[in-house]
């Protein structure tokens, strides 16, 4: 049975047209009936959730949501990854959750710094990437510029299967290198709206340069696609609606259906009759009405029902889904049955947390969603001294959550959050004061860095011992080495051969 869903992301750097190009993809889908809405809509669910100021403060997207839409008898889910560079660590859990991605870039400015860190992380774990280059509507680079920049920049080949006629005020459409039609701007708007013609006599310049397009680039390579060694390029516009078409259609008969997943030593097939998953993002209070959290399930096989049972690995007691949440357009839905490749939200107190593995055996443990050793840490200092227990709470909550990461000192009152960037701070302070009603102070802390340190116990014992004043606690009581320096890490494990001083940790 090959599946019918398609799991995927669109990678880009700011301003490219990532928020135009889904609002378009569902608009096909039929998801959504205006242009426009998905921004309307999200703005007017950021107003009433009054906790992420600094979505609003800022306009970057901070939450990642998850939108499906059907086209010709395929599921798309479209994984909504945050744009904002400070998010990696956030950015690079949805990616573990995806199959394909798709990246967007702006034809006037190439590939830019924040798509190349995605990118990266794409190929780290070889998930395939349909390109996109977006504006040709407006005047950009030449295409072999375009092409040559992204097979330079990304180290793959470039299968290009559209070229626009003409830029900016001397473009008169797209052409469609599969059947040689041209797609047509049409009205005031100079939009597509359907209008096709077979392509006619082009200016012998313009004709020479599409020549040298089609036949200078290596043609589309399923294989080559799938191992993410060859992207094929698509030339449109997002705002215009051209190329949205052909992307979708290139999803749908490109893209891989979920791929199997690993679980240590093991793969775990799609195909496997066992429900099983993944937690690969934990967010709180999406809706301000139910002071909830949900938990975004990567389903990897089987097929769930309503109410089955399921036991999260960091839990170890079966609970029941009775309430799953399908993301329809940015409605909440509720799903009766699931697939594998579908991302469901569950809804809970906190038992469900960022790399806990569900399944109906509790045999399978899903590996590879890391977290990062933080780069920025800072000491966690309250205004009012008697809210210690409304901090601990919370800032338990928010490292669940993967916000940010706690850790407690084996020395010493006060606590430490670490993150990645530093936006992640000021979402800290913002939500602390927000939904806990803790005020509180983020003051330097002596260290530069963190590490999970694995070993034998006695060998644990034995370093704990000697080291209390740089040993801390994560909120899972996992032992962490507190480092001032990078040098410092280095000369420990130097000392400790024994151990293992790890800048991720595993769960
Ligand atoms: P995001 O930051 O990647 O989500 O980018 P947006 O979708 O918000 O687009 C950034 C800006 O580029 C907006 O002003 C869009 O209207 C504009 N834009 C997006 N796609 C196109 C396009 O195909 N042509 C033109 N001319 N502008 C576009």
Sequence with gaps: MTS???????ISHPDAGKTTLTEKLLLQGGAIHLAGEV??????????????????QRGI???????????????FNLLDTPGHEDFSEDTYRTLTAVDSAVMVIDVAKGIESQTKKLFEVCRLRNVPIITFVNKVDREGRSLFEILDEVADALA?????????????G???????????????????SREYRGKREPLGDLPDDLAEEIELVREGYPEFDLEAYRNGDLTPVFFGSALKNFGVEELIDAIAKWAPPP?????????ISPERDEVTGFIFKVQANMDPNH???IAFMRQVSGTFKRGMKLTPSGFGKPIAIHSPILFFAQDRELADTAEAGDIIG???????????????????RFTGLPNFAPEILRRVALVDPTKTKQLRKALDDLSEEGVIQVFYPEIGAQWIVGVVGQLQLEVLISRLDAEYKVAANLEASPFATARWIKGAQKDLDEFEKYNRATLAKDRDGDLVFMAKSPWDVGYQQEKHPELVFSATKER
């Design 4 to 10: 019918n869903r398609r799991t995927f992301a669109i």
């Design 39 to 56: 921004k309307a809509r999200g703005q007017a669910r950021r107003a009433r959730s009054d906790w992420m100021k600094i979505e609003q």
């Design 61 to 75: 997207s901070v939450t990642s949501s998850v939108m499906t839409f059907e086209k010709d008898g395929i599921t």
């Design 156 to 168: 793959l080949d470039v299968s290009p299967q559209s070229a626009p006629l003409g830029m900016g």
């Design 170 to 188: 001397l473009f008169t459409g797209v052409l469609d290198f599969a059947d040689d039609t041209v797609a047509k701007p049409e009205g005031d």
């Design 259 to 267: 791929r199997p997943q690993p679980a240590g030593e093991e793969q």
């Design 291 to 293: 002071r909830d959290r």
């Design 346 to 364: 569950i809804p809970n107190h906190g038992t469900l947390r960022v790399g806990d593995t569900l399944s109906e055996t509790n045999k399978v």
